[in-house]
C-alpha cells in the first residue's frame, strides 16, 4: 500500500486548521472589542458612552467610526465589519436590519444654525427663503435632509439651499466657516460648536425631530459584548449622558 506524502498530509491538516480559523470570526486579539458605526451627530456623546463602558465593563474595548447614517449603512450592506449600529434615522436603519430588533434610544430636532449675534436675524423658517440668504441643508437621502424637508413642508417654504451635504456636520461646518448664512442642523450640532454657532428655534421643529435607533447587527462578531453595549447606552448612566448632550430621551 503506498503512503501519501508527508506534505500533502501536512497540507491537508493546514487547509483544516484555516477552515477552522473561517468558521469562527472571532479574533483572540480582539475578544471582546464591539465595533460601532455610529451616526456623526453621535460622535461627542458616543465617544463619552464608550469610555463610560469600558470603564464599567472590565475587558470590554469599543471601537468606534462615525459617518452619515446612509454612508455606514450602505457600508454595512457592503459587507463591512460592525457589531452595532446606531443611526439618526429609522431609515437608515431599516437598510440593514429591516427594523427588526432595533431600539429607539434617544431623538433630536432641526435648529436653525446662524453665526455668533445671528446677524441676518432670522427667526423663522420663512426667512431662509429670502433671496439673497446663503443656506445649507442635507441631501434628501441622509436622516437631516429627511427631516429638513418634513419640516420646510409643513412650514409651507419653497427654499432653494446653496449647498447639500452628506451629513449634518458637513452642513455646520459652512456656518462656522462663514461659508452660508445659515443650515437646518440638529439642536446637539449646535451645543457642540457653542461659541461658534447660535441656534434659532421654530415652531416646525416639532414636525422634524428624527428618532435614533440602535442594533446588533446580525453576525456580530461578540454578539454579546455588542448587547452589553446597547444596553449599556440605554441604561440610566447611558441616558444621562445623552440628556447631558441635549437629546431627548424616548
Do not use: W
Not at 477552515?19 to 456623546?45: K, M, W
Not at 431599516?94 to 446662524?114: E, K, M, S, T, Y
Request: net charge neutral; with cysteine; charged share 20%.
Amino acid at each position: 500500500m503506498s503512503r501519501r506524502p508527508v506534505a500533502a498530509v501536512l497540507a491537508g491538516c493546514l487547509l483544516l486548521a484555516i477552515a477552522a480559523c473561517g468558521a469562527d470570526r472571532r479574533d483572540p486579539a480582539t475578544a471582546g472589542t464591539v465595533t460601532v458605526l455610529a451616526a456623526v451627530s453621535l460622535t461627542e456623546v458616543f465617544t463619552a458612552l464608550g469610555e463610560g463602558f469600558e470603564q464599567s465593563h472590565p475587558g470590554r474595548r469599543v471601537r468606534l467610526s462615525f459617518a452619515g447614517s446612509a454612508q455606514l449603512a450602505g457600508q454595512i450592506a457592503a459587507g463591512a465589519p460592525a457589531d452595532v449600529f446606531a443611526a439618526a434615522g429609522p431609515e437608515s436603519m431599516q437598510r440593514v436590519a429591516g427594523g427588526r430588533d432595533a431600539v429607539v434610544f434617544a431623538r433630536n430636532q432641526l435648529v436653525i444654525a446662524v453665526p455668533p449675534g445671528n446677524p441676518r436675524g432670522l427667526r423663522t423658517l420663512a426667512d431662509l427663503a429670502v433671496p439673497d440668504l446663503k443656506v445649507a441643508i442635507c441631501t434628501a437621502q441622509v436622516p437631516c435632509g429627511i427631516a429638513a424637508e418634513k419640516a420646510l413642508a409643513s412650514a409651507g417654504v419653497d427654499l432653494t439651499p446653496v449647498t447639500l451635504d452628506q451629513n449634518v456636520r458637513a452642513a455646520l461646518t459652512k456656518v462656522r466657516l462663514g461659508e452660508v448664512d445659515a443650515a437646518l442642523v440638529y439642536r446637539t450640532d449646535v451645543r457642540v460648536a457653542a461659541g461658534e454657532v447660535e441656534a434659532v428655534e421654530f415652531a416646525e421643529s416639532a414636525a422634524a425631530g428624527n428618532d435614533y435607533p440602535i442594533v446588533v447587527l446580525p453576525g456580530a462578531a461578540d454578539p454579546a459584548a455588542a448587547a452589553e453595549f446597547v444596553a449599556y447606552v440605554r441604561s440610566a448612566a447611558g441616558r444621562e449622558r445623552l440628556r447631558e448632550a441635549g437629546f431627548q430621551l424616548p
